[in-house]
């Protein structure tokens, strides 16, 4: 079976949009494949540090708007993992799936090479809960690197899931 979602929201700290289109290929009905392609510039910059002298410059750079995510997903009862590529960058995932899969909450550690200030190492996290209010439609409500204050960010949107039997 193939899942096709389509969704977008606002991150309400630093006021920037995110917009996706996610295909689950479902192999079996606890295992399959994630390919998502979203635009999002709220990814870790390319930091590099030139020391002429006495002056040291830090230039910051995003490679790109446009983020890919391929992931292998299984699924244990409630629970499913997932590991791959989140947003380009390595990472693993957790889904528990609650009120006969009406409730996704999920949970999403990635970009483990990111550096903030003193901290040696700062993997971006996110949680996500959606919930489905019509048949294809679900709302989506979430926080951006909960654990570090400077860097938390709340997240809203909104999007439609269906299955599409003509992509399998």
Known sequence: ????????????????????????????????????????????????????????????????????????WHRFGMVGLRAGLIDSRGGVGLDAYLLDDRLRIQLDAFDFDRQIADIALAPRHRALVDIKVLKHLYLVAGVEDPIFADQRDFYFGAGVRFFDPDLK
Do not use: C
């Open 1 to 72: 079976r193939t899942e096709v979602e389509m969704s977008g929201g606002w991150r309400s700290v630093s006021n920037t949009g995110r917009a996706g289109l996610r295909v689950n290929l479902l192999t079996r009905k606890d295992k399959g494949y994630i390919l998502e392609l979203n635009s999002d510039d709220r990814v870790s910059p390319l930091e590099q540090q030139r020391t002429v002298g006495d002056v040291t410059t830090i230039t910051e750079t995003i490679e790109d708007e446009f983020r890919l995510s391929a992931q292998f």
